[in-house]
């Protein structure tokens, strides 16, 4: 069982915008940097943002990523039929020596 | 352009051995911390275990402790994943991926390979 929960599920139509919560503690989220990927169907994952809020080269501006406290978020504008996949966040946790993935939260463009 | 290429997966038998092989390219492969994740079947990713740039620093998922060892081979661009007395829970897709740099703890994996599938069964 994860220790960084995200919402099963979140849903838009097309162009809309859909958030995704990714929930921690301070051994984890609260002091350390949080990531996030994204899984296409059958494919492996691949970095989308990285310290909080930093987009890799070629990574589009539709995907944002802000933290506080111990929370992040994942926003993606603009939804596109190719954005539906799952989506992770993970980062280190200081406590459990380890370092761990969000539930993840699957995404469907209505 | 980086590659991630792993090998050696399969069918085993539980309490079985297993070992992984991740070849990378594209970077320089020695100045990087690296780390294996796995996926089972119709879940979620979970961290199995990383090692820094020079062996120096090791982690390890406490699913897998004492059972996984993970090892580099610098001088031919490699990666590995020793799995001994394997479980029927073990059967994943083990994707190895290249860490943010020679940082420890892990921060994030920027470059994955495609993965390979370990089963274990009877």
């Known amino acids: 069982q994860s220790v960084l929960t995200q919402p099963p599920s979140v849903s838009a139509a097309p162009g809309q915008k859909v958030t995704i919560s990714c929930s921690g503690s301070?051994?984890?989220?609260?002091?350390?940097?949080v990531s996030w990927y994204q899984q296409l169907p059958g494919t492996a994952p691949e970095l989308l943002i990285y310290?909080?809020?930093n987009r890799p080269s070629g990574i589009p501006d539709r995907f944002s990523g802000s933290k506080s406290g111990t929370s992040a978020t994942l926003g993606i504008t603009g939804l596109q039929t190719g954005d539906e996949a799952d989506y992770y966040c993970?980062?280190?946790?200081?406590?459990?020596?380890?370092?761990?993935f969000g539930t993840g939260t699957k995404v469907t463009v209505l | 352009e980086v590659q991630l290429v792993e090998s050696g997966g399969g069918l085993v038998k539980p309490g079985g051995s297993l070992r992984l092989s991740c070849a990378a390219s594209?970077?320089?492969?020695?100045?990087?911390?690296m780390t294996w994740v796995r996926q089972a079947p119709g879940k979620g990713l979970e961290w199995v275990s990383s090692?820094?740039?020079?062996?120096?620093?090791?982690y390890y998922a406490d699913s897998v402790k004492g059972r996984f060892t993970i090892s580099r081979d610098n001088a031919k661009n490699s990666l590995y994943l020793q799995m001994n007395s394997l479980r029927a829970e073990d059967t994943a897709v083990y994707y190895c991926?290249?860490?943010?740099?020679?940082?420890?703890?892990?921060?994030?994996?920027?470059?994955w390979g495609q993965g390979t599938l370990v089963t274990v069964s009877s």
């Open positions: 991926a290249r860490d943010r740099g020679d940082y420890v703890p892990p921060e994030y994996f920027q470059n």
């Open positions: 594209g970077f320089t492969f020695s100045s990087y911390s």
């Open positions: 090692i820094s740039s020079s062996s120096t620093y090791i």
């Open positions: 301070s051994s984890n989220i609260g002091n350390n940097y």
């Open positions: 310290d909080n809020s």
């Open positions: 993970g980062t280190w946790d200081s406590s459990l020596s380890a370092y761990v």
